[in-house]
């Protein structure tokens, strides 16, 4: 066949009968090759057909997923924003006037809402009772922690203004109904008419008291459990002082110490009550101002705990 196709002489294989053979064999072995080749390569564009194939089919349901992703986020985020506004409406209007006392509040909160509260309501004798308080826990479950436990501590601080017996009953009535290991910190206070402060502490942070007077600070605590703690052994401590005209108190959750740059506790809170102390001399929105602006100054790091803060001034009688 080669012969008659002209590719090779007509004597070539007959004058070297190995040259045939050799080239058949490479012939053959080339015709293999490039027949192996070809199968190689169309399996190679079939595999690549397929998988891009796949590859759109997974496009597809992966921006699809996204899609219904970010969908649930707007609606997740639309409900987080009306939970924190109806969070932001059971704390006190700070424009409202309270007979004996004036505030402010600055809270920050770690997410949307938060696990820190604080209340300010009248008796009928005329004394005022207010306090602060932080849920364990941060987000969804701590807010949800406060709300529940809001409206328990408030209704029975109405109908016991003494801080040491309300708090007992504080503490029964959320037995009553947490079920799980959460647990709240809480100060309270009533200040009547007179500047008598009555307060009792169920583990919350030390608070600061400003003397107008003699422009000197101390430290108001006393002994107490968290709420929420099923315990034999639990009990708070009730404790009084005398205020005047122009005294002020700063409470707050720990989330506002531990934001104050990362040093031990008690440097925590020689800075605390310094920006408190040299803070005092004008009105208590002035005063309030400066405070925050001056914390925001030195608040560098991240957040790790929600952030209230309240400033109360004693009003006296009007």
């Given amino acids: 066949i080669l012969v008659a196709l002209s590719i090779f002489p007509e004597k070539f294989f007959i004058q070297d009968n190995i040259k045939l053979g050799t080239l058949a064999l490479i012939f053959v072995h080339s015709f293999l090759l490039s027949y192996k080749t070809y199968i190689t390569q169309k399996k190679l564009l079939e595999a690549s057909y397929i998988l891009e194939k796949r590859i759109k089919e997974r496009t597809v349901e992966l921006t699809k997923t996204i899609e219904e992703l970010k969908e649930r986020d707007s609606n997740f985020q639309a409900e987080l924003n009306l939970a924190s506004e109806l969070q932001k409406s059971l704390f006190p209007n700070q424009s409202q006037t309270y007979p004996l006392v004036q505030f402010k509040i600055f809270q920050k909160g770690l997410f949307q809402v938060v696990g820190d509260f604080f209340d300010v309501f009248n008796h009928t004798d005329g004394s005022v009772s207010f306090f602060i308080a932080d849920a364990s826990g941060h987000g969804i479950s701590a807010a949800l922690l406060t709300t529940l436990s809001k409206i328990t501590i408030r209704d029975t601080i109405m109908k016991i203004p003494e801080p040491k017996e309300a708090l007992k009953e504080i503490n029964q009535r959320l037995l009553n109904v947490l079920k799980t290991h959460d647990y ?108 925050i602006d001056e914390w925001n100054a030195i608040n560098t790091e991240t957040k790790e705990d929600d952030i209230t803060f309240v400033m109360l001034e004693y009003t006296g009688t009007k």
Avoid: C, W
């Fill in 184 to 291: 709240i910190t809480l100060f309270l206070f009533t200040l009547f008419p007179d500047g008598k402060l009555k307060y009792a502490n169920a583990g919350h942070n030390s608070v600061f008291l400003y003397r107008r007077e003699s422009e000197k600070l101390e430290i108001i605590t006393s002994k107490g459990i968290f709420l929420g703690i099923q315990t034999k052994d639990f009990y708070f401590e009730q404790k009084e002082t005398q205020i005047h005209k122009g005294d002020r108190i700063l409470l707050y959750t720990d989330g506002f110490t531990a934001s104050i740059k990362r040093k031990k506790l008690s440097q925590q809170m020689e800075n605390l009550k310094s920006i408190f102390l040299n803070n005092q001399k004008e009105s208590l929105d002035e005063s309030f101002e400066k405070i």
